[in-house]
């Protein structure tokens, strides 16, 4: 009932930026907690960022706060990942999804993203 797009993903030079965008189909989407995921080859689909419902309140893992930055457009349906000072391991593809609240774990997420390559380079 609530497909996810991502979009923005590509290649990019270490210590550079890139904004992702995820946009959802339907009129509820204010109503849903957004969080942004990332798996790179090998490892498990890790947490990154995820905002509120409704207020957009923002939070963020250790491992990208203060140079990711989560927001939501309500009226676009759209939620975003701006991501500054990339690194090597930043490279992953990048997943939106949609639950009920702004939990860690990906199985909690409610709909999903097919996901977006991002990858960093030197």
């Known amino acids: 009932q609530v497909p996810l797009i991502e979009s923005g993903g590509g290649l990019v030079q270490a210590g550079g930026s890139l904004r992702l965008s995820c946009a959802a189909s339907g009129l509820s989407f204010r109503s849903y907690a957004m969080g942004w995921f990332r798996q790179a080859p090998g490892k498990e689909r890790e947490y990154i960022a995820a905002t509120s419902a409704f207020g957009g309140s923002t939070f963020y893992a250790d491992s990208v706060k203060g140079r990711f930055t989560i927001s939501r457009d309500n009226a676009k349906s759209t939620v975003y990942l701006e991501m500054n000072s990339l690194k090597l391991e930043d490279t992953a593809v990048y997943y939106c999804?949609?639950?009920?609240?702004?939990?860690?774990?990906?199985?909690?997420?409610?709909?999903w993203g097919q996901g977006t390559q991002v990858t960093v380079s030197s």
């Open positions: 999804a949609a639950g009920l609240g702004t939990t860690t774990t990906p199985n909690t997420y409610h709909f």
